[in-house]
């Protein structure tokens, strides 16, 4: 059993930066996958960014690839979203996931992650 619990979210003007963390209580947490999903008022949830077991696989969503940077550190069982140059378009509540295993092809898909934080809110001024 893994639980995930998010921080760093909050209001920030556009063109700012703001850091999330996901720290996870568990087992083995350096074996799972671990994604970023954001879901605004009235949308789906989206994925924004995943990184593999090691840290050296990466996977964006091509709206904020170049913006944000997802990284891990296993020994603090904890997963970063580094987002930068930030935009009113990004504001969403951010969730964090974390499933053992996920095929390349799936990364992006909600329904594959078996854990989930309860999200931190990140608000974007114009």
């Known amino acids: 059993q893994v639980q995930l619990v998010e921080s760093g979210g909050g209001l920030v003007q556009a063109g700012g930066s703001l850091r999330l963390s996901c720290a996870a209580s568990?087992?083995?947490?350096?074996?799972?996958?671990l994604a970023w999903f954001r879901q605004a008022p009235g949308k789906e949830r989206e994925f924004v960014a995943a990184?593999?077991?090691?840290?050296?696989?990466?996977y964006y969503t091509d709206s904020v690839k170049g913006r944000f940077t997802i990284s891990r550190d296993n020994a603090k069982n904890t997963v970063y979203l580094q987002m930068n140059s930030l935009k009113p378009e990004d504001t969403a509540v951010y969730v964090c996931?974390?499933?053992?295993?996920?095929?390349?092809?799936?990364?992006?898909?909600?329904?594959?992650?078996?854990?989930w934080g309860q999200g931190t809110q990140v608000t974007v001024s114009s």
């Open positions: 568990g087992y083995m947490f350096s074996m799972y996958t």
């Open positions: 996931a974390g499933v053992w295993t996920v095929s390349v092809n799936v990364v992006r898909i909600p329904a594959e992650y078996k854990y």
């Open positions: 990184v593999g077991r090691n840290g050296g696989s990466t």
